[in-house]
């Protein structure tokens, strides 16, 4: 379909008695920012490598940007930007030769390989390092120069596998807010990673694999509420608990309670049934300060999914 970025059909992935991955069925629409998660093993490079098409599948397929992995794996090298999880860089280069290197590779016309790359260095917040020799970057640099190198060639699909390791928590926030502004740009992305909260606050939807298997996969909010049965909600209200409470109760959330100042309510629906308990007390009359979920973000969905074996 057009409006795919991605779809597999029966994906799998044997060494030889290891199956890394099993058989996967799922598809990511243009302009999504997918986490792809799961424990050690679980089969996350593996598929971002047959999805890449540097690895062919043992059977089955992907659609990448309208084109098969197995019928046309070069067609597939020109949709996708492919961050592997170990990777080497030139060392001895600066980083503007290293990006020159990889856009003549890549056959950016020489025309426009001037624009390009300093439209990356740009992108990937380099241009004040593009005379620094590659050895002499950062851990956070590097992985940012690898990512520019992913950019060159102006793909509409990032891979990027597990692009935040090693990384101190403000080179991961630089590299969220990279990520954002890539989505922005009208990319699509499937990122994977160990750590989940780092994801939740962009991502649009969650694929979650476990031993090759697809446990979830979907929007972050019906991945959450296939895993998360219960949400839960806390709310503040100017003027005391009270009225929240009575009016939470009269729509039928009869287990409503008032605790430190702040009222809790669990509810099994989704954001619509969500947005509509906030207007109906808004309605009310109740000046809420604070609606919030406690929990339910990826990190606790993916714990659940865990857990519960789904
Ligand atoms: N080249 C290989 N040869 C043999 N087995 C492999 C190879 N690559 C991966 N595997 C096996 O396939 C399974 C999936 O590995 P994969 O690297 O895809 O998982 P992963 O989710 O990326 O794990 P991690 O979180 O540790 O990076 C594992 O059991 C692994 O041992
Ligand atoms: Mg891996």
């Known amino acids: ?3 795919e970025m991605v779809r597999t059909s029966g994906l799998r992935r044997e060494y030889g008695e290891v199956v890394a991955v099993k ?3 799922f598809s990511v629409p243009r302009g999504a920012v997918m986490a792809l998660v799961g424990p050690n093993g679980a089969g996350k490079s593996t598929l971002l490598k047959m999805l890449s098409a540097v690895l062919e599948p043992t059977r089955g397929t992907a659609v990448v ?9 070069r067609g597939v090298h020109s949709s996708v930007g492919f961050l592997p999880d170990f990777f080497g860089l030139y060392e001895e280069l600066t980083v503007a030769q290293y990006l020159e290197y990889f856009a003549r590779a890549y056959g950016v016309p020489p025309a426009r390989r001037e624009k390009v790359i300093s439209g ?3 992108d ?3 241009a004040d390092k593009a005379g620094a020799r590659v050895q002499a970057l950062s851990r956070g640099m590097r992985q940012r120069l690898a990512i520019g190198r992913t950019l060159l060639h102006e793909p509409p699909l990032l891979l990027l ?3 935040a390791s090693g ?3 403000e080179s991961r926030h630089d590299l969220q807010k990279l990520f954002t502004r890539m989505a922005q740009a009208g990319k699509t992305l499937i990122v994977s990673s ?3 909260t780092e994801l939740e606050d962009y991502c649009t939807h969650v694929a979650i694999l476990r031993e090759g298997s697809l446990v979830a996969c979907g929007s972050l909010s019906e991945v959450r509420s296939l895993i998360v049965k219960k949400r839960k909600v806390r709310l503040r209200a100017a003027g005391g608990t009270e009225a929240a409470l009575a009016q939470l109760r009269a729509s039928g959330l009869k287990d409503a309670y008032a605790e430190a100042g702040s009222v809790f309510f669990e509810f099994s629906g989704d954001d619509e049934h969500l947005t509509g308990i906030l207007k109906r007390l808004l309605d009310g009359g109740v000046k809420v300060l604070h609606f919030g979920e406690e929990g339910g973000g990826i990190q606790d969905t993916y714990l659940a999914s865990l857990e519960k074996k789904i």
């Open 124 to 126: 990937v917040d380099l």
């Open 161 to 163: 596998d597990e692009p």
């Open 167 to 169: 990384l101190d928590p």
């Open 194 to 196: 160990h750590i989940l």
């Open 120 to 122: 990356t260095l740009g």
């Open 1 to 3: 379909m057009k409006d």
């Open 65 to 73: 940007n309208g084109v098969d992995i197995n019928e046309n794996p």
């Open 23 to 25: 058989d996967i069925n």
